[in-house]
């Protein structure tokens, strides 16, 4: 960890214990302590405990990076407690605003102190038990899905066949090093809003910078889950968010989309909503390229600094499929090549007989042509699922779905000569993911408020695909992913459902 990193978190630690002593100095000349004491971070909480009788070795937990955080609050219920505050809305506004509450009932209120022989005379009853273990089964689990793993659910065929649709996840956290919030006041286990209404679910009164423990960067074709970059500002709307995304919107909107204009022009049905890196949707795609790689799409083949990058095993195109004529059965196509006509993956044409569209792995599509089921199967280059166009959306790339780049992914330290060709792929990633004060003017290139030649990144970036390459919204619709979006590595596939348990999906590594 960074020392600039433990330094901050050890900041906040210190400001937690810090601020409610204004209160802490009254409270503890009432308890016969002298109140300078209340002025020393970690001291005053090492009193708090001495006056509770209460275990000293709490005060070496509040050391623990972040962990710390939730072990102060409950000291200072124990001192609540220690001057007659039982209640459970005594002991929220203890642990949840002690800066002001301590203050307040130190000379508002002005309690007595009834010592630490008292509060064990006080018997809780039965249902702040249950409260009580609740709290702490929700804050033990905040820290899990924070530092360790979190589950996670695969909504979209973007990753077909590696992962389908319902499968649920394990995400490791550890694998690329934990992140701290950068938006900590939050509900625990909502992401961004509070179901069924329009209200977010945390609060940006306490934003922290980016921060990543034990970072390591992720491999390519490691399947990764991250914030979706595009997905910082949305309309919070059905089918809107980051299905149908606002820079998308205002692309098409430009461009003379009715339609898109009249959403635009109707924020009351409409609303944009900005969200920070940690907020925005989650996505899972496969990283494809890393820091500092080439990256190029010929004819839906990725290349890697110029080195042909063999296909996930399970990952699938659409194909045209010619057969001998002969319907194909049902349940043969689903046993014996994992495809499903009920859900629509394959079907007749319509141009003559024996042609079918289907989707295929490569595994599929090599077994059909040596079982002879199939005459001839080639890419259906035209399938499209609305789209649009690609990124950078510029007039100086000639890229498609199909045949992208080469395009260069920025690297910590690297840097880029500015020009028009330059600009229009790396303008976002520079003024927006790095937070620069940068445009163009007059064929110039300002930097905050300097002309510039050239760029050097402060981040490393990721190029993502999905398996599914022509069902798939990823880096070649909206750029590069910064790491500050890295959410952790797809783990284990610990349950899937479709209709019913998809036994043999369960406890699966994933590839």
Known sequence: MPLQHLLIVYFISTLIVFLPSFGFAKLFAKAGTASWKAYIPFYNTWVIQELAKRPKHWVFWQFIPVVG???????????????????????????????????????????????????????????????????????????????????YTIPSPSMEKTLLVRDFLFVSKFSYGPRIPNTPLSIPFIHNYIPGTKWKSYSEALKIPYIRWFASSPKRNDVVVFNFPAGDTVIHATDFESA?????????????????????????????????????DNYIKRCVGIA??????????????????EPPPNSQLHYIVTTNG?????????????????????????????????????????????NGLANSIVVDSTYQ????????????????????????????????????????????????????????????????????SDYSFKMDYYWMMGDNRQGSQDSRYWGFVPEDRIVGKAWLIWFSWDKGPRWKRLFRIVK
């Open 69 to 151: 955080w939730f072990i102060s609050p409950g000291i200072f219920i124990e001192f609540a407690k220690v001057f007659g505050k039982f209640s459970l809305g005594q002991h929220t506004l203890a642990s949840l605003l002690a800066p002001f509450y301590f203050p307040y009932i130190a000379y508002k209120e002005d309690p007595k102190f009834i010592g630490p022989d008292a509060v064990k005379k006080h018997k809780k009853k039965n249902w702040r038990e249950w409260v009580d273990a609740a709290i702490f089964a929700i804050v033990a689990a905040t820290l899990i899905r924070t530092f360790v793993f979190e589950a």
């Open 244 to 280: 149908n995304p606002y820079y998308d919107i205002k692309r098409r909107a430009a461009m003379g989309s009715k339609d898109d204009q009249m959403v635009l022009n109707d924020p009351d049905n409409y609303p944009v909503v900005v969200h920070p890196a940690d907020k925005s």
């Open 292 to 309: 500092g790689d080439v990256i190029e799409v010929k004819n839906d083949i990725v290349y890697a600094n110029g080195i042909k990058q």
């Open 326 to 370: 002969q319907p194909l059965d049902q349940d043969i196509m689903k046993e014996e090549y994992d495809i499903d006509f009920d859900k629509g993956e394959y079907n007749l044409t319509g141009n003559k007989q024996g042609e079918y569209s289907m989707f295929l792995t490569a595994k599929a599509k090599d077994k059909m042509l040596k």
């Open 385 to 452: 699922l609305g789209y649009g166009g690609v990124f950078p959306y510029d007039t100086f790339h000639n890229w498609s779905r199909e045949n992208f780049g080469p395009v260069w992914i920025p690297k910590k330290g690297g840097s880029i000569n500015l020009n028009d060709s330059a600009y229009s792929v790396y303008e976002r990633a520079i003024r927006v993911y790095e937070k620069n004060d940068f445009f163009k003017k007059d064929g110039k290139f300002f930097l905050n408020g300097k002309e510039v």
